[in-house]
């Protein structure tokens, strides 16, 4: 994903406006700015006059980052939200689970939405059989943000996402749980808008196919 730049501003105006009406553009996703301030980044997303994500690299101090969308969305007066990047093509691409889980703390803390992105295909946490990789599952992401919403600590959120084990959650119509800690439908609906507002995974097929195996997605018949 490339930063943002002004000329970005003026092809979404002209996308706009090419569809007539038919389609809009209502999201922004680019990189957090390095070095960027509250003022350089109320700027950026002044321009955009949309929601805007900023990927915040999880590596380095993202408190500092995040703290920084927040006074940037006091002086601007716009709709922020962070990303976090969950994987990648090497295995130091994936944040520890204590890292993610102090990450939806922090957003929690700030009330600032987060989306994720990168090596979520399936539902549990897992050693990829091609690669040899841990990989973070979204099951486990949507269950810590929940109970992190709840009020969960980051003992219990990094516990959470290190679960591989799909026997210790149940999702369905009525809710979340996670072992005996219970999230219901109208919470995680709350949760959607307040802290987890998705992920996004280059495969459709994958997750819909697990869902479907596990029982947690109804099949058409």
């Known amino acids: 994903m490339a930063t943002a730049r002004p000329a970005d501003t003026g092809a979404i105006a002209d996308f706009v406006v090419e569809m007539s009406g038919g389609a809009d553009v209502e999201v922004v996703e680019t990189v957090f700015p390095e070095g960027g301030n509250a003022a350089s980044v109320a700027g950026l997303v002044e321009g955009f006059g949309r929601v805007v994500y900023f990927e915040v690299p999880w590596r380095s101090s993202f408190t500092t980052a995040l703290d920084v969308l927040v006074a940037a969305r006091a002086q601007s007066g716009r709709a922020l939200g962070a990303k976090v990047r969950c994987g990648g093509v090497m295995a130091e691409a994936f944040p520890p689970p204590d890292v993610l889980a102090a990450f939806l703390l922090a957003c929690r803390d700030r009330r600032l939405p987060v989306k994720a992105t990168a090596g979520l295909h399936h539902p549990f946490r897992h050693t990829d059989a091609a690669t040899g990789f841990i990989r973070h599952g979204f099951i486990n992401l949507l269950a810590a943000s929940a109970l992190a919403h709840g009020g969960a600590d980051l003992a219990v959120l990094t516990e959470v996402l290190a679960d591989t084990d799909p026997g210790d959650f149940s999702l369905e119509a009525r809710g979340l749980t996670w072992r ?14 307040d ?4 992920y996004g995974s ?7 196919t697990d869902l479907a195996a596990l029982g947690m997605l109804p099949v058409a018949s």
Not at 180 to 193: K, M
Not at 195 to 198: I, K, R
Not at 202 to 208: A, G, I, K, N, R
Request: proline letters at 4%; glycine letters at 4%; hydrophobic letters at 50%.
């Open 195 to 198: 802290l987890f507002v998705g």
């Open 180 to 193: 005996r800690r219970r999230v219901d439908a109208a919470s995680l609906a709350a949760i959607r808008s």
């Open 202 to 208: 280059c495969s459709f097929d994958e997750p819909v």
